[in-house]
């Protein structure tokens, strides 16, 4: 991972700027009477991020966002998450007149942040505790009729923050574009929970592309996206929401709103959340003498399994345990019965060990890119991102990259749900597990559901009071950063023990995983699982093994007991 931009970058990019402003200075200095002369009017949109939202600007991987804090003026500004596989870069395309001077400036504050014309010249400042100004002159060419304009951070370097941002030139071609895009047609809603409601429209014209879309929810704009799908979160449970959208273009105009659409969100503690409301318990297929999955839904009731894992195969290829084929081979004939039979399947990615697939992918698009493979390969209606170990859950930019991943994939399929897996303490989550809280409430990253997994935390005998704990305090953290009430926070959470004895001898009986379930339901929780179903079988004084749970138990008892979570 980077730390900070090489040595030799940085001379390259101070080379190079010089350079271009050189040559920009020759081309200005040879033709001072050619080029129209910039008048002061900014011709940005949303200069300052006043309005609340990122509209029209877009930012890669999702990982910008609108700050109350620090500000350079206003009360609002820009706040670029960097990660280790991304800038963060944010931009703006505006229409512009041909050969004319304009100057590009802005505020910035944080460690190598850059402002910038695409294909031409930027700058950059290291600023991590003030704002500082950077400008950027330049001349368009002599056809040039629109300019794409951006403001990033360095891989590694924190969050980058700019503000009050500024294009100084007359508005783009001679104002000859004043066509506003066809309305959004055919809005419909494609999917609800008791926080947030999917919806998907048709396609816009204009004469020079459609740039964007802003979502509204009654006169307020809620969210903007670039396709022609979105998922508007942080709702209320049962509440009667009216969504409308807009086109816009280049230059900024605004079509007018599509049909609008009028959504009622699920009872908090109903049963609204799909595949998440049932129980789902892990079955391996590479470990532990797996057993037949229909004649274990046979016997138990249970209809969901969570299949593990999903690894990379080497260069970001998803594959079953990195090894077994994605399609074709036993883990899809295994789901294609577990179907015929009535049931489905969430994939597990991730895991406490093997080359998994949010470490090894390069950016939060690649990851996307994988897990869409596996959506697309069995038309997936749940995913779930085990998060452990160091190269993974301890690891804040692997973190976000998995997070903007998720917020990718789920507004690329309306009503898929999205699943995030992780350990605990007995009171709650440990530190990375309150970071992973609230960076996918700082990337707007709409989960599902969050799991906590209470076992291996060395929390003694009480298995029962310390699981009740730590999703307690998950709970509590859910409310805190989300402005959620209780309902509404136990609906986004879940809860994957394990059976038996724990690789630190703790022991789950069945009557406490029954107490647990009932817990749970009367709690109205989003998940109840348990690794694994291989070992659902007795072996009194066993130990911990692949195939057994350690313990005296019936056959398949804590599938039937899971089989009982109705949520």
């Given amino acids: 991972m980077r730390t900070r931009p090489p040595s ?10 010089v350079a271009v402003l050189g040559s920009a200075a020759l081309a200005l200095a040879g033709a001072l009477a050619v080029p129209g002369t910039a008048h002061a009017a900014n011709v940005l949109s949303n200069p300052g991020f006043e309005s609340g ?55 910035v504050r944080g460690s190598y942040v850059y402002l910038g014309v695409d294909g031409g010249a930027s700058t950059w400042a290291s600023s991590p505790s003030a704002y500082t100004q950077l400008k950027v002159p330049f001349t368009t060419g002599a056809s040039q009729t629109s300019v794409k304009l951006y403001v990033h951070g360095w891989y590694a370097q924190g969050t980058y923050y ?30 609800k929970t008791s926080s947030s409601v999917s919806l998907s429209w048709s396609a816009s014209s204009d004469n020079v592309g459609v740039t964007g879309y802003d979502v509204y929810s009654g006169g307020n704009q809620v969210l903007s996206v670039s396709g022609t799908s979105a998922t508007v979160g942080g709702l209320s449970p049962s509440t009667a929401y009216t969504f409308t959208v807009k086109a816009r273009d280049a230059a900024g105009n605004t079509s007018g709103s599509s049909n609008a659409v009028s959504v009622t969100t699920g009872a908090g503690g109903g049963g609204d959340t799909g595949a998440f409301k049932q129980a789902a318990p892990y079955l391996y297929l590479g470990w532990g003498d797996p057993p037949n999955a229909a004649s274990v839904m046979s016997a138990t009731g249970v209809k969901w399994y969570t299949m593990a894992f999903m690894l990379d195969s080497g260069g970001c290829n998803p594959a079953w345990d990195g090894n077994r084929p994605l399609t074709g081979g036993v883990d899809q004939s295994t789901i294609n019965q577990i179907r015929s039979a009535g049931g489905d399947i969430v994939p597990s990615f991730g895991g406490w060990q093997g080359s998994k697939l949010g470490a090894n992918c390069s950016s939060a698009s690649a990851l996307a890119g994988a897990l869409q493979k596996v959506i697309d390969a069995y038309s997936l209606k749940a995913i779930d991102m085990d998060i452990e170990n160091t190269d993974e859950f301890e690891n804040e930019a692997v973190q ?25 303490t007995t009171t709650g989550p440990t530190y990375y597990g309150n970071r992973l809280v609230e960076q996918a409430k ?122 009982g979570f109705k949520g």
């Avoid at 574009?177 to 809603?189: G, H, I, R």
């Avoid at 998995?402 to 350990?423: E, Y």
């Fill in 8 to 17: 030799g970058f940085l001379a390259r990019s101070r080379r190079a700027f």
């Fill in 53 to 107: 939202s990122l509209s029209p600007w877009s930012c890669s991987g999702n990982l910008g966002s609108v700050v109350s804090s620090p500000v350079h003026g206003g009360s609002r500004a820009l706040a670029g998450a960097v990660t280790s596989a991304d800038t963060a870069q944010c931009a703006q395309t505006v229409t512009v007149r041909p050969d004319t001077a304009y100057t590009l400036s802005g505020w």
């Fill in 162 to 191: 700019a503000d009050d941002i500024s294009l100084d030139g007359p508005g783009g071609g001679g104002g000859s574009d004043t066509q506003a895009p066809s309305a959004p047609a055919n809005l419909t809603s494609t999917g």
């Fill in 400 to 424: 976000a990259r998995i997070l903007t991943a998720l917020k990718t994939v789920k507004a690329d399929n309306p009503g898929l749900r999205t699943i995030v897996t992780f350990g605990t």
């Fill in 442 to 563: 700082s990337l707007n990253a709409n989960i599902d559901v969050f799991t906590i997994m209470p076992f291996d935390f060395g929390g003694g005998s009480d298995m029962y009071g310390n699981t009740v704990n730590a999703a307690e305090g998950l709970k509590a953290k859910l409310k805190s950063t989300f402005g959620w009430d209780d309902a509404t926070a136990y609906s986004h959470l879940g809860i994957s023990g394990m059976n038996g004895l724990s690789d630190q001898q703790e022991n789950t009986t069945p009557a406490i995983w029954t107490q647990i379930r009932d817990w749970s339901n009367s709690h109205h929780i989003a998940r109840l699982a348990y690794w694994a179903v291989n070992r659902d079988r007795p072996c009194a004084g066993g130990g911990v093994v692949s195939n057994c749970s350690g313990i005296s138990q019936s056959e398949w008892q804590f599938t039937s007991i899971t089989a």
